[in-house]
């Protein structure tokens, strides 16, 4: 069974950083996708970051060069280190996994069966 918990998220102010991690049992490491998405209410859920399997990650164009994914599975952890935070950066946080996602859909939240709770993350101006 597998199971996603998040934590990290806090308030900062704009320009500030966080490091969201994502504990995380139950996945065959290297044969898994992981990814971060983000959702404010009223809207989708936005994919901002991907791992593949292979290590290689991806990230949406509202954060490449300001987020990092990464996981330490020795830890089983996965982790999203935000600089730069701005308060279009302000959401709640899911870290998302599951093993059968093309490559050109790793952002599609419908591609994941497997959620952790979320954590909130809240950027002031």
């Known amino acids: 069974q597998v199971q996603l918990v998040e934590s990290g998220g806090a308030s900062v102010q704009a320009g500030g950083s966080l490091r969201l991690s994502c504990a995380a049992s139950?996945?065959?490491?290297?044969?898994?996708?992981m990814a971060w998405f983000r959702q404010v209410p009223g809207n989708d859920r936005e994919g901002v970051a991907a791992i593949a399997p292979s290590g290689a990650p991806s990230y949406s164009d509202s954060v490449k060069g300001r987020f990092t994914i990464s996981g330490d599975y020795a830890k089983n952890t996965l982790y999203l280190q935000m600089n730069n935070l701005e308060p279009e950066d302000t959401a709640i946080y899911y870290c998302?996994?599951?093993?059968?996602?093309?490559?050109?859909?790793?952002?599609?939240?419908?591609?994941?069966?497997?959620w952790g709770q979320g954590t909130q993350v809240t950027v002031n101006s």
């Open positions: 139950g996945l065959t490491y290297g044969r898994d996708y």
């Open positions: 998302a996994a599951d093993r059968w996602i093309h490559y050109t859909r790793v952002f599609l939240s419908a591609q994941y069966n497997y």
